[in-house]
């Protein structure tokens, strides 16, 4: 049987990690600056993240969710107060675009709508109503197309005002910075805009998180930055370092019913092992602080180098966009530096690095790229 070819590949075979190093099948090292797309938070194969999934196992790696999950518990209440949600409620999942898909269709069990507000250049995921969601027309197929979402630009308040107009917007679904659209934030001010039309018009604020959350701009969720709470939270990659767990964050004013959102996997024993490591590494190693820092110094001297065209993001959540001219620096810094970055379209570098790394792995990426630019 041969792979089903849904992914272009780079020509390399990562046999193993540490912390931001990724070694190849030939001995080669590599600086991870990609995180295996934003999802490596607290480092490759962190060694307390190791132990607890290895004393997991040994215990019990899985049992459904018709019986307590005890670790599920510690979880939610870990999330709660590292996050700075306690009085929200934790619903557990396996990847970004069931975050997504449960908090569009909780949301519209609240309040019985079905219209659903999505930005241009979104990405949201790739299940039915999460890829509708999501403004790339390729991706969706026949069967996803539906007139429910409707995109507006980014950013514009006055078209969201436009767009609430008589009460059949069930939410609106936003990421506090847009991650595959290229690494655009959100204005403090469009998020306090959405907030106060949906508080009027009786709408779901879903913030997703996926990529933008779990510590990686310095603080837990990026739109903590206009002040305001989202109704419901959208967060997967960074939240097992790698292991499969997804969840969402839902506020104190939504009640449960039986059966209305499940899965067998969503919240397993050894998922949840893996994302209470992920919590007590961010909580004891300051995480969110050394993203802040990091971040910040990365951003300032990014924004020196003079053929840079713009460079945009938050924490370790950066895009460098670059001059036409410079289309190979992304491949140039793998194959001559040993650099993984990530990329937007049409030419921006995106970092996306574990929370963990330092200004040593900074300084040979900003070296790098300085020589790449030369030119
Ligand atoms: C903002 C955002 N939402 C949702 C998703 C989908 O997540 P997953 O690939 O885990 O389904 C992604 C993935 O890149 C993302 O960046």
Redesign the pocket.
């Known amino acids: 049987m041969n792979l089903f070819d849904v992914y272009p590949l780079n020509d390399v075979t990562i046999v193993k990690a540490e912390g931001s190093k990724v070694w190849d099948d030939k001995g080669n090292e590599y600086l991870d600056l990609y995180g295996g797309?934003?999802v490596i938070s607290i480092g490759h194969t962190n060694p307390h993240w190791v132990k607890r999934i290895e004393a997991q196992l040994h215990k019990i790696a899985f049992y459904s969710n018709s019986v307590k999950i005890p670790l599920q518990v510690e979880l939610a209440e870990k999330l709660g107060r590292i996050s700075g949600k306690e009085d929200y409620q934790l619903f557990l999942c396996n990847?970004?675009?069931?975050?997504?898909e449960n908090a569009l269709k909780l949301a519209s069990f609240y309040n019985g709508r079905k219209k659903v507000i999505a930005f241009k250049r979104?990405?949201?995921?790739?299940?039915s109503l999460?890829v509708a969601a999501t403004d790339n027309p390729s991706l969706v197929a026949p069967v996803n197309e539906t007139e429910n979402i409707l995109f507006l630009p980014f950013n514009d308040e006055f078209a969201l005002r436009g767009a609430f107009n008589n009460n059949t917007i069930a939410a609106v679904i936003v990421?506090g910075i847009?991650?595959?659209g290229g690494i655009i934030e959100a204005t403090p001010e469009f998020l306090r805009t959405i907030r106060m039309l949906c508080d009027e018009n009786n709408a779901v604020f879903i913030a997703?998180s996926?990529?933008?959350g779990y510590g990686r701009t310095g603080r837990f969720y990026s739109h903590d930055i206009s002040g305001i709470n989202a109704d419901i939270y959208?967060m997967?990659?960074g939240m097992g370092n790698g292991f499969p767990v997804?969840g969402i964050s839902i506020a104190p004013k939504f009640t449960a019913k039986h059966f209305m959102l499940g899965t067998t996997f969503g919240g397993n024993h050894l998922a949840c092992a893996a994302a209470l490591a992920v919590l007590e590494e961010i909580e004891e190693k300051d995480l969110m602080k050394n993203a802040e820092l990091t971040g910040s110094y990365l951003l300032g001297e990014l924004k020196k180098i003079p053929r840079i065209t713009e460079v945009r993001g938050r924490g370790l959540m950066i895009g460098i966009e670059l001059p036409a001219d410079k289309k190979e620096v992304k491949k140039h810094l793998l194959a001559k530096h040993k650099i993984f970055t990530g990329e937007a379209k049409p030419n921006v570098i995106r970092l996306l690095p574990a929370l963990n790394i330092g200004k040593e792995e900074a300084d040979r990426f900003l070296e790098a790229l300085k020589l790449e630019l030369k030119s």
């Open positions: 797309h934003a990847s970004g675009a069931e975050a997504n979104s990405f949201h995921g790739r299940t999460a990421e847009q991650g595959v997703d996926v990529q933008c959208t997967a990659k997804a």
